[in-house]
Antibody, heavy 120, light 106 residues
């Protein structure tokens, strides 16, 4: 079945970097854009950026420009999100989400989420 | 583009009709989606293109609107519908979500 499986929880110190993976299965990996969304504890959803798994092009929310890098490995059908210079406010659950193959399609498949805790 | 959801929370009983609104700061045509999220779980797509029901979603959920004003309606609230609901605009490549509406048991 179509699914996205993310890597496990992480605990990082302020100033460090974290890299979260999202492995796709059950569909053609390069045919669907992938997004990253995060959710701080008790807060709403925040869009971080998009990657095109086919060519690897990316676009990031202004808030994360310079700190986030999204990459993909087509050989393993995996996308990655790396966030650097971590601070306590980056403590959140990070989700990958597949975008429908439609003009301005919505996010139809989500990963289970990866908790990232930033604490000294 | 900013999305403002109202109310931020509501209390309702099983069987009630519930309406949640989402207002965009500028016109977004019909490029709006609605999601349901339960505690500890990833969001689930309910409605896309403002009014198209995602496959497998019960028909008691419906969406309407275009331009700047949108609504999500649950025609008869069921116990499994108690959750937080988010709207999302997909009109620009810089996507945004509304602040969420928590639907609680009355």
């Amino acid at each position: 079945q179509v699914q996205l499986v993310q890597s496990g929880a992480e605990v990082k110190k302020p100033g460090a970097s974290v890299k979260v993976s999202c492995k796709a299965s059950g569909y053609t990996f390069t045919s669907y854009y992938m997004h990253w969304v995060r959710q701080a504890p008790g807060q709403g959803l925040e869009w971080m950026g998009i990657i095109n798994p086919s060519g690897g092009s990316t676009s990031y929310a202004q808030k994360f420009q310079g700190r986030v890098t999204m990459t993909r490995d087509t050989s393993t059908s995996t996308v990655y999100m790396e966030l650097s210079s971590l601070r306590s406010e980056d403590t959140a659950v990070y989700y990958c989400a597949r975008q429908q193959q439609l003009v301005m399609g919505a996010f139809d498949i989500w990963g289970q989420g990866t908790m990232v805790t930033v604490s000294s | 583009i900013q999305l403002t959801q109202s109310p931020s929370s509501l209390s309702a009983s099983v069987g009630d009709r519930v309406t949640i609104t989402c207002r965009a700061s500028q016109g977004i045509s019909s490029y709006l989606a609605w999601y349901q999220q339960k505690p500890g779980k990833a969001p689930k797509l309910l409605i896309y293109a403002a009014s198209t029901l995602q496959s497998g979603v019960p028909s008691r959920f419906s969406g309407s609107g275009s331009g700047t004003d949108f609504t999500l309606t649950i025609s008869s609230l069921q116990p499994e519908d108690f959750a937080t609901y988010y709207c999302q605009q997909l009109n620009s490549y810089l996507l945004t979500f509304g602040g969420g509406t928590k639907v609680e048991i009355k």
